[in-house]
């Protein structure tokens, strides 16, 4: 069964740093393209970053030059470190393939407010 197990998120002030991880089983995670996804409330879920097996990477414009994506393909984990966060990053993160399978993880929640 796919598992996706994301932890990290917290409360932060403007202008602050958090990293994101996520353990995913072998399944998901191996020669797969990883990504990062976001939720605000009211909003749809959108792709944050994405790493190729390789390493190559890919990111949104809101969070290019603030956000990094890197895997541990030893460990099946993959990280974001945000930095410089904005009240606008606060959602629910989620980690998955690229593209996404169905079944998510539970997610973790970043809020940036002072």
């Known amino acids: 069964q796919v598992q996706l197990v994301e932890s990290g998120g917290g409360l932060v002030q403007p202008g602050g740093s958090l990293t994101l991880s996520c353990a995913a089983s072998g399944s998901i995670f191996s020669g797969h393209i990883m990504g990062w996804y976001r939720q605000a409330p009211g909003k749809q879920r959108e792709r944050v970053a994405i790493?190729?097996?390789?390493?190559?990477?890919s990111y949104a414009d809101s969070v290019k030059g603030r956000f990094t994506i890197s895997r541990d393909n030893a460990k099946n984990t993959v990280y974001l470190q945000m930095n410089s966060l904005k009240p606008e990053d606060t959602a629910a993160y989620y980690c998955n393939s690229f593209p996404a399978r169905p079944n998510w993880g539970q997610g973790t929640q970043v809020t940036v407010s002072s």
């Open positions: 790493i190729g097996g390789g390493g190559s990477t």
